[in-house]
């Protein structure tokens, strides 16, 4: 197939070349990459934020191609809305020329463009990584996204060929928008299970335990209630567990540089809850990783946690998996999915530090059950989120759009990552 990729600003120069990247940069990466590999023509097209770019370039054997769609400079996604039309004229005058046989649009503004570029009897299928009803539910007036945005995402959940939800949550949200149930197939995100392994190197642990905390630094990913978690253990009703407590260190990486550390606002609150809770001297702030060093970061962590308020799906909890490192995760999003709650990790309610001190004291005074479960999650990733099996679930989706071009009724198949 020839698969055109949009991704207008979530580039994937920036995993694929080993740089620091979010979420949706190294899952549109990966996934072209491994569609690549698997024989099929595969172009990002994604925004020119740089002068020095070239208009097109290979790399880890996908083209990506920067499309010139406001100044080449980084713009803030929420301030990106109004160069879409921009960007979308430039698709549809290549693929004029050029038709690819699917175009997979990744995250709102990218659907917005693809479906008014996509030349005719083209299907487009929809990834949206989060949903802005989602975002909105969760932060109210804090939500810095664009006004139009959560009508349009209504639009594309009804205009796109098929929507591909990275969990079984957000099918439930699609369809509250409305979308057809059976347009919509469930596809993970995935991990590189040969990067991510529990053998290779650490990062040096300063005490007998270690809780890591990986991930942008804003308020809703719930890093406060970690360090509150890390103060009850301190304090816990045992000597021994209060012995355990004391002897844990709590790591946060993410952020900014780790020079700049100083400027952020979220680093300098979670400092003073640490001062004010009296665990300061157990909590370190590393700012940015880049991906390279990731691994060596989680396998150094007795537990990895992830405590969002909300998370359209979560590469974290996937990545301390395949580092077999168990997961204490938040019952929200997609970490329903991944995590299986007893078995590779725990489940615990979101706002809830005495939920996650409770949890972390069950497996910190436990190796035996980490060991088990960080087994079962190493087995986890490779089965099921590895991403040669996502690419393939992927193509089918993308192969029940090919089969009913220019008309025609898909199956409504529904797939969900089996448990």
């Known amino acids: ?99 690819p046989d699917i175009v997979h649009a990744h995250f709102w503004m990218s659907g917005a463009a693809a479906l008014r570029a996509r ?48 969990c079984r949550d957000e099918v439930a949200e699609l369809i509250a928008l409305d979308a057809d149930p ?20 650490r990062v040096p642990t300063r005490l007998a335990h270690r809780i890591v905390v990986l991930g942008r630094l804003v308020c809703r990913k719930g890093v406060d209630d970690v360090v509150r978690a890390l103060a009850q253990l301190a304090h816990d009703a045992t000597a021994d567990h209060r012995a355990v407590g004391r002897a844990t260190e709590l790591v946060i990486a993410g952020g900014p540089p780790p020079d700049r ?28 990783v880049s991906h390279d060093d990731v691994p060596g970061l989680l396998r150094s962590a007795d537990v990895v946690v992830c405590a969002p308020w909300y998370e359209p799906f979560g590469i974290v909890p996937l990545e301390a998996m395949a580092c077999g490192v168990p997961v204490v995760a938040t019952a929200v999003g997609g970490m ?13 309610p979101s706002h809830d530090p005495g939920a996650i001190a409770s949890a972390l004291r069950r497996l910190l005074t436990d190796t035996d ?29 993308y192969r029940r759009c090919l089969d009913v071009m220019p008309g025609g009724i898909s199956s409504p198949i529904v797939q969900v990552v089996g448990r």
Not at 261 to 288: K, P
Not at 369 to 393: D, S
């Open 119 to 166: 030349p005719p009897a083209t299907p487009v299928v929809q990834t949206f990584h989060a949903l802005g009803v989602v975002k909105r539910r969760h932060q109210g007036t804090d939500d810095p996204s664009p006004p139009q945005r959560l009508a349009t995402e209504r639009t594309i959940a009804l205009s796109a060929d098929r929507v591909i939800a990275t």
């Open 1 to 99: 197939m020839k698969i055109a990729m949009v991704s207008e600003h979530a580039s994937p120069l920036a995993a694929i070349t080993g740089e620091d990247a979010g979420g949706q940069n190294v899952h549109v990466a990966a996934l072209s990459t491994q569609l690549a590999r698997d024989g099929h023509d595969v172009t990002v097209w994604t925004r020119r934020d740089d002068p020095r770019l070239p208009a097109r370039l290979e790399c880890g054997g996908v083209t990506i191609a920067h499309v010139v769609a406001g100044p080449p400079e980084p713009i803030a996604k929420d301030a990106l809305p109004r160069w879409m039309g921009d960007f979308a004229d430039v698709l549809a005058r290549a693929w004029a020329s050029d038709v």
């Open 182 to 201: 059976a347009q919509i197939d469930v596809v993970p995100c995935g991990v590189d299970v040969d990067r991510f392994t529990p053998t290779g190197p």
């Open 369 to 397: 059950l980490r060991r088990r479960m960080g087994r079962a999650g190493r087995r986890r990733a490779t089965t099921h989120f590895g991403w040669p099996a996502v690419a393939a679930e992927t193509r089918r989706s």
């Open 261 to 288: 550390l100083d400027t952020s606002g979220e680093v300098r609150r979670l400092r003073g809850i640490a001062t004010e809770l009296g665990v300061a001297d157990r909590v370190t702030f590393c700012g940015a």
């Open 336 to 348: 329903l999915d991944s995590v299986v709650h007893g078995r590779t990790g725990l489940h615990v």
